[in-house]
């Protein structure tokens, strides 16, 4: 190899190292500075000494007081209650009369502790798991804290139960709770459905943070028999069940965003079948229209998802 | 050449070694934390409720709908959690609603930070109607028959045997969801996991079968059931996450297809009908994610490739199940469908200032339908061939978005935010091969104190289209001048404001949002063209003492639509305006005594739902539909008494009025050409009384060790 390409190919090299070394600097004063503070003499015997509740030591009925797991916070050698709190040794040592203690972090948007520095000591720990997903997700943008939807000194966290986390997530999402309260709406105020079944709530790479790849990917979850292909596909089904269902509810059987015909009739006019205006003469005191009463359109075309059968391209069969 | 692979690994190895102090944590002397008067979790403890409840009203099957009251009477029923914990190993169960049809069962175990397992079970009660009413019976879950007596007429209201022959048939299903899953950490950055679920759903649903100029709506029997599995390795560490998944689906049905008598007088040999239902299908996809995050400007980059599959193959029905009618060979025995998926999606947020952060997002989804095209000779409901060559269409598309959007403080409690988004659409075989969105917002987040947090957001959104291709919608029997919903031209503009006041001294917050959305189909003769959207929350909490608390919610939806509409095959000469309504209250409180004896729980929740239609047309004038309503009002009263240290008595008693006003809920022989099931609109009061007991096992309070 020539010298000048050798060198050339050296000099790349260093760059490299020193970028690496640029980007990695940053985390190793942290660390170091983390080490130069202040923590309490005894750990979390320290703590007790005043805070001895049930509200706090219901921690202990937690996944974050296990010893035997090391990444616990009460695992071997990890920070215990500092490791979520932050360094205690100014808030337990000895304070001036009058002078109010060095406070701690505190977890909730009103706890006064930034929300972004909350967040840190969560991710922390749950990098891999929900931590490099929550970076630029919609709650993150939000400013939303961990501890806005997870309770952590409880036994059982609520938004980790199906039966009550929608009622966390409606705390923000009230629209969505008023649509779960429409006639026609998936089993979410029965308690027996949650919002995780559908979206990844700690951000995801997917749209409006679902679940699966795509709208019809997630709903194909539960209803796969719509999956297909089918010999006559329904375009629209195939590309986006949204395109006719509401699935946060609807006033409508079958959560569609329109009753039919006129949801169908939105699409549809058709040579020889003509879309004709279904009012108030095709209505039992009328001439009872079988384009209005009924199930409508679907009375014949039912298979509206799509059809398998050879003579099915109108959907009937 | 050495050389070149030392100063390689060096350089790969230096920031490595610098790295190493961030990752083993920050070197905080614990030697002298002992924890030793730290409460570990160890031993068993349980509370079990035991009680009955009684259902005071019959007809009212709705209510049962996920709950599992179906029928008036009396319900056993019994629920409870517990944990077992020691040594670092736990076993957690949970169950719920075991005496009903929503029972849940739920048990998980491991041992922290090594293994972990769960199995589960649930069931999920649908129930529809119990006021429908069929002529028809089951000889098998394929083929339903009409009675022996049955006297076959043009008109239903001709139909000399249809009141001696309706027999009652509620509509409704029975979900059942097994669950078994595991996951293993052989290392700390390594994880393993693996989750196998079952459902199976089996009742009676809905189906309209058409015989040409009529039709009856079915009873079908369905029996459904769907295996998936997740499974995946995951690497990880302080610095970077890597995935690989493995999903798989697979849909089996049971009833294949649904064979019926015709109750209209038929033409001789096409007495029987045969349709196809949904076929069995398969898909599994790998993926491969992952995230790496850099110090550098907190940046975090995280990407998707996911890769799938899914194929449909199931033995295709002859044309018709009519002999008398001289079919052609079928192309071919089966599909042979299949879809191909792609996904790859990358998303980068970085934080280039202290004060601001960037989000780019690029995704990209295609769903390659590769089944094969054939020619078909359709017969027209089992009763005469259509004389045209059909070609079957396998929809494809690809859709790639493209996002950019940024937030910066600018002044200490604003913050500012912008984004915009494209998005492109291509499609197979439909009149709009080409679209795309372009979408831009922007957002203003105001924290003036530390109570108050007001943000205002707006944006627009345009859908284009390279041109709607009328050819398609001509070879498809279209009027060209329908503009398809979801195809169309639209302008979409909105408005948000999102308010929230959370006094620190006072003990009551309010929330509220509104929203605005305007949507305009410029381009569209017919098909919706204009509809809009208001929707408006308040919620209000008052914390009134450390043991008691209310709140009340109020949320409101109004959608307008207009929608034109041609009966002459050409220009509009009928229009529809739709005005959708919805308005939910909810309020109640909470209350105990400070020592836990008494507890007490009340929720009210009322909804209405309103639709009204008005129609214009050349043809007719002007009309009105009756408003389709709904009432929803319901209330449930929890209250608890604490016996002694281990035993508490239970109350819970609930009310639901429910009310549907639906002018197409009709009797059977209303509409003279379909038969109906003749499911009536549900009007049910029902109330539920139920006492029990609720007993705890093991430890109760938690007191530090000595």
């Not at chain 2, 070197?27 to 570990?40: A, I």
């Not at chain 2, 000399?160 to 969801?177: A, C, E, M, Y």
């Amino acid at each position: 190899m020539p010298t000048h390409k050798k060198h050339r190919r050296q000099r790349g090299l260093l760059l490299v190292t020193i970028a690496l070394m640029a980007i990695s600097a940053p985390a190793v004063v942290a660390a170091q500075e983390d080490a130069a503070v202040d923590y309490s003499k005894k750990g979390a015997d320290t703590c007790f000494q005043c805070h001895d509740d049930q509200t706090v030591l219901a921690v202990f009925r937690t996944k974050h007081a296990v010893p035997t797991d090391p990444n616990s916070p009460f695992g071997h050698g990890q920070l215990q209650c500092e490791a979520c709190h932050g360094p205690g040794g100014d808030h337990a040592g000895r304070v001036r009369r009058g002078q109010e203690r060095p406070p701690m972090v505190r977890f909730g948007s009103d706890s006064g502790t930034p929300v972004a520095e909350q967040n840190a000591y969560c991710i922390d720990c749950h990098l891999s798991d929900a931590g490099f997903a929550w970076h630029g997700s919609a709650h993150d943008n939000n400013t939303v804290a961990c501890a806005d939807c997870h309770t952590l000194h409880v036994e059982r966290d609520p938004v980790l139960s199906t039966a009550t986390q929608a009622d966390v997530c409606f705390d923000c999402h009230q629209q969505q709770r008023t649509q779960s309260m429409k006639p026609y709406a998936h089993p979410v105020r029965q308690g027996k459905m949650d919002c995780s079944g559908c979206h990844n709530t700690h951000g995801s790479t997917t749209d409006r943070l679902l679940a699966r790849a795509t709208t019809n990917d997630t709903c194909y979850d539960c209803h796969a028999e719509y999956r297909g292909p089918y010999l006559w596909e329904h375009a629209p089904a195939a590309e986006d069940c949204a395109n006719c269902h509401d699935p946060h509810g609807s006033n409508y059987p079958g959560m569609l965003s329109m009753r039919a015909p006129t949801l169908c009739q939105s699409c549809h006019s058709q040579d020889g079948h003509p879309s004709l205006p279904q009012d108030e003469r095709g209505l039992p005191g009328g001439i009872p229209s079988q384009y209005l009463l009924g199930q409508a359109c679907l009375n014949c075309h039912d298979q509206v998802h799509g059809s398998n059968h050879p003579s099915g391209s109108k959907l009937m069969r | 050449m050495h050389k070149q692979t030392t100063l390689f690994s060096r350089t790969l190895i230096a920031p490595l070694v610098l790295l190493a102090p961030a990752i083993s944590f920050a070197q905080v002397d614990t030697s002298d934390w002992k924890c030793e008067s730290c409460p570990f979790d160890q031993g068993y403890r349980a509370e079990v409720d035991a009680g009955v409840t009684y259902v005071g009203e019959d007809g009212a099957i709705r209510f049962g709908n996920a709950t599992g009251y179906d029928d008036k009477g009396a319900y056993a029923n019994v629920g409870g959690q517990g944990r077992y914990a020691g040594d670092g190993y736990r076993l957690d169960w949970m169950i719920e609603d075991l005496g009903l049809d929503s029972r849940v069962f739920e048990l998980e175990g491991g041992r922290q930070g090594t293994f972990g397992f769960r199995v589960g079970y649930r069931e999920l009660p649908y129930r529809r109607f119990d006021t429908s009413q069929t002529v028809f019976n089951p000889s098998s879950s394929d083929t339903i028959t009409l009675p022996g007596a049955w006297v076959p007429a043009g008109l239903t209201s001709n139909m000399t045997q249809l009141s001696s022959s309706l027999r009652k048939q509620n509509i409704g299903s029975d979900r059942q969801i097994i669950d078994i899953g595991a996951d293993w950490q052989p290392g700390a950055a390594f994880r393993l996991f693996a989750d196998f679920r079952r459902q199976n759903r089996d009742g009676i649903d809905i189906t309209g079968g058409s015989s040409f100029t009529q039709s009856a709506l079915l009873p079908r029997w369905i029996d459904y059931e769907t295996d998936q599995v997740d499974a995946g390795i995951q690497y990880g560490t302080n610095r970077a996450s890597l995935t690989l998944a493995y999903y798989g689906s697979y849909f089996t049905n049971q009833n294949p297809s649904l064979t019926w008598d015709t109750p209209f007088t038929s033409a001789p040999g096409a007495g029987q009908y045969r349709m196809a239902m949904a076929p069995d299908n398969d898909f599994q996809q790998v993926s491969l994610s992952g995230a790496y995050r850099a110090t550098m400007w907190d940046t975090v980059v995280a990407f998707t490739v996911a890769s799938g599959s899914g194929e449909q193959n199931e033995l295709l029905l002859p044309y018709t199940v009519n002999s008398g009618v001289a079919a052609s060979a079928l192309p071919r025995n089966a599909l042979d469908g299949k879809v191909d998926t792609a996904n790859y999606a990358l998303t980068v947020t970085s934080r280039p200032l202290p004060k601001g952060r960037v989000k780019f997002a690029y995704r990209f989804d295609e769903r390659d339908n590769k089944t094969p095209q054939s020619t078909w000779n359709r017969v027209i409901t089992d009763i005469f061939l259509s004389g045209d060559i059909e070609q079957n269409v396998p929809y494809s598309f690809e859709r790639s978005t493209i996002t950019l959007s940024g937030e910066l403080v600018v002044w200490k409690d604003i913050r500012v935010s912008a984004g915009g988004e494209r998005k492109e659409l291509k499609r197979d075989f439909q009149e709009v091969a080409e679209q795309t969105v372009d979408a831009g917002w922007g957002q203003v987040r105001w924290r003036p104190l530390t109570w108050l947090d007001l943000r205002v957001k707006g944006g627009a959104t345009e859908r284009d289209i390279d041109r709607y291709d009328e050819t398609v919608a001509i070879s498809l029997g279209q009027n060209p001048l329908m503009r398809k919903y979801n195809l169309a031209y639209r302008y979409r503009s909105y408005g948000e404001l999102i308010a929230s006041i959370t006094p620190v001294d006072w003990p009551v917050s309010l929330g509220t949002t509104v929203l605005y959305a305007d949507d305009r189909y410029n381009k569209s003769q017919l098909g919706i063209t204009d509809s809009e959207e208001v929707r408006a929350t308040v919620d209000v909490n008052w914390a009134i003492s450390e043991n008691s608390s209310l709140y009340l919610v109020y949320g409101h939806e109004n959608i307008d639509a207009l929608q034109l509409g041609s009966e002459q095959f050409g220009v509009w000469d009928w229009s529809a305006t739709h005005e959708d309504n919805f308005d939910h209250i909810g309020a109640g409180f909470h209350w105990s005594q400070p020592d836990g004896k008494y507890k007490l729980r009340f929720d009210f929740n009322r909804s209405d739902g309103e639709t009204s239609i008005d129609l214009f047309s050349l043809s007719g004038g002007e009309s009105r539909l009756p408003d389709l309503t709904s009432t929803l009002d319901s209330a449930r009263i929890e209250a608890s008494y604490h016996w002694t240290e281990r035993l508490d008595a239970t109350l819970d008693v609930r009310y639901e009025r429910f009310k549907v006003d639906d002018y197409t809920l009709v009797s059977p022989a209303t509409i003279p050409t379909v038969l109906t099931l003749g499911a009536q609109a549900y009007d049910y009061d029902v109330w539920a009384l139920g006492l029990g007991i609720r007993y705890h096992f093991g430890a109760g309070d938690i007191t530090l060790a000595d």
